[in-house]
C-alpha cells in the first residue's frame, strides 16, 4: 500500500470509531483483546471476565460484565472495541494464553495481540512477510491511530509496540495465519552486555554459480541451549527455534539451517540481498539452566567470484588414479579457505564403494587429487568446489566426470 491508500483507509477506521463515539456520548474509545477460552456457542455460559472498570453502567454489579454473558460469543483473537465514558480507569482480565493463532482473511481484520507486553510490532508481525499491508493501533489516551506499515518510510509508522490485548485492525493481501506468542526472547530487548556467548555463530550466503541460485545459510552452537533467536540489523527476528518435550529438558547443541534457494529467475540477486542487508546480527539464546546467550555476528554482501574449474572437463572419463579436481585461484575478496564435495551422482543406484568426500583446504592450495581407493570403476560422480571468503560467504562451481570401467 502507497501513502494515499493507507491515508484513505486510515480515514475509515477513524469514521468507524467516531461512530462509536458518538454512539456513547462523552465517551472514549478503548481497544481490547480477548484471550481467554472460546465462548462461541456457549449461551450465557462464562468463560471469564472482561472488567471495563465504571464504564458499563446498568448492570447488577457496576462496571462488570461477563464474557458471553450478553449472548456475544467471544473467542482468542478478535479485537473488539468499546467506547466507554471519558476519564474512565479500564483492565482487561482474560484467561490468557502462551501462544494462539488467529486467521487472518485478505482485506481487514479486527484482531487481538495475545503475545507480550512491549513487543516491537516489526517483531510481532514479522512472520506475515509480504503479505502485510498496513497496522493500526488505536492509542486511546490520544484517541487516535497509529500505523505500521513496511512500504512506509520508518519515520511515518508511529506504531512501535504492542502489549497484551492490544486490538489492531491488520490489512493483509492473502489469507494468513498470524501466531501471537510471547518469545521468550526479543530481538528489540536484546541481552545485556556479559552474557555467555555461544561458542559458534554464524550467518552467509551460499551463492551457486551453476546452478544460479543463492541461499541464506546459518550455524549456532552450544550445548544445552533451548531456545534460540537470529534477529536482523533492523531488529526484527529472522530464524527461531525452541526445543520441546524431552529436548527442552535435555537441551540442543549444534544447529546448521540452510534456507530456500530460489533460482535467480525468481529471485534475483538484488531482491536477495535486498532482503537480507548486510550488518550486525544477533543471535540470543537460552540454556536449560535459564543462563542468557547471546553472539553478534556480522553479514556482509562480498561475495566470492566462481572458481573456474581447470580440471576434469564436463562429464570427462578418467582412469582411478587420475582423478584431479583443480581450479584457478579466486581473486577480489580475501579468500579464507576452499572446500572441495565429491559423491556418486543422483540416480547412481548403489556404487560399489558409496563414499561422500568432503575437503577444506587453504588458500594457497587450488587442485586436489582423489585417492583411487575412495573411487568405483564406471561410476559418474558430481563435485564441488566452493570458495570461502573471510565473512563465510560462499560461491560454488559444480561439474560432474565418470570414472573408466
Not at 483473537?77 to 485478505?106: F, I, K, M, N, Q
Not at 502489549?163 to 491488520?170: C, E, R
Not at 530487548?189 to 552467509?204: H, Q
Not at 541464506?216 to 526445543?243: E, K, M, N, Q, S
Amino acid at each position: 500500500m502507497n501513502r494515499k491508500q493507507i491515508g484513505a483507509v486510515l480515514a475509515v477506521a477513524v469514521l468507524a470509531v467516531a461512530a462509536l463515539v458518538a454512539a456513547g456520548s462523552g465517551s472514549a474509545v478503548v481497544g481490547v483483546g480477548w484471550g481467554g477460552e472460546s465462548s462461541a456457542g456457549r449461551g450465557s455460559e462464562s468463560v471469564g471476565t472482561a472488567i471495563l472498570a465504571d464504564a458499563v453502567p446498568g448492570t447488577a454489579d457496576p462496571g462488570t460484565r461477563e464474557a458471553g454473558s450478553a449472548g456475544i460469543p467471544v473467542s482468542p483473537g478478535p479485537g473488539p472495541h468499546a467506547a466507554v465514558p471519558a476519564g474512565a480507569a479500564t483492565t482487561h482480565v482474560t484467561g490468557g494464553s502462551d501462544a494462539v493463532a488467529v486467521e487472518l482473511r485478505a482485506g481487514f481484520n479486527l484482531v487481538s495481540w495475545l503475545g507480550g507486553d512491549a513487543v516491537a510490532v516489526t517483531e510481532a508481525v514479522a512472520a506475515l512477510g509480504d503479505s502485510l499491508e498496513a497496522l493500526f493501533l488505536w492509542d486511546a489516551e490520544a484517541q487516535a491511530f497509529l500505523t505500521y506499515a513496511p512500504s512506509l518510510p520508518a519515520a511515518l509508522n508511529t506504531a512501535e509496540t504492542l502489549s497484551f490485548g492490544d486490538a489492531v485492525w491488520i490489512r493483509v493481501n492473502e489469507p494468513v495465519t498470524w501466531l501471537s506468542v510471547a518469545p521468550a526472547l526479543s530481538c528489540a530487548s536484546p541481552l545485556a552486555a556479559g552474557t555467555i556467548p555461544f561458542e559458534d555463530a554464524e550467518v552467509f550466503i551460499e551463492f551457486n554459480s551453476t546452478d544460479e541460485d543463492v541461499g541464506f545459510h546459518g550455524t549456532f552452537d552450544f550445548g544445552g541451549w533451548t531456545t534460540a533467536v537470529i534477529c536482523g540489523p533492523d531488529g526484527a527476528p529472522l530464524v527461531t527455534v525452541r526445543a520441546d518435550g524431552g529436548t527442552e529438558r535435555h537441551g540442543l547443541s549444534e544447529l546448521f539451517f540452510e534456507g530456500a534457494e530460489p533460482p535467480l529467475d525468481v529471485q534475483s540477486l538484488d531482491e536477495f540481498l535486498a532482503r537480507f542487508p548486510a550488518g550486525d546480527y544477533l543471535v540470543l539464546g537460552e540454556t536449560v539452566d535459564g543462563d542468557a546467550l547471546q553472539s553478534e555476528v556480522t553479514f556482509t554482501h562480498d561475495i566470492p567470484a566462481a572458481p573456474v574449474i581447470l580440471s576434469p572437463a564436463e562429464e570427462e572419463e578418467l582412469a582411478l588414479d587420475a582423478v584431479v579436481i583443480a581450479w584457478e585461484p579466486v581473486t577480489g575478496v580475501e579468500i579464507d579457505s576452499y572446500e572441495v564435495f565429491v559423491a556418486p551422482a543422483e540416480g547412481e543406484g548403489e556404487p560399489a564403494l558409496d563414499i561422500d568426500l568432503e575437503l577444506t583446504l587453504p588458500p594457497s592450495v587450488t587442485q586436489v587429487r582423489i585417492p583411487a581407493e575412495l573411487l568405483a570403476p564406471g561410476t559418474v560422480y558430481e563435485f564441488e568446489v566452493l570458495a570461502v571468503e573471510e565473512s563465510g560467504n560462499k560461491t560454488i562451481s559444480a561439474g560432474e566426470f565418470v570414472t573408466a570401467p
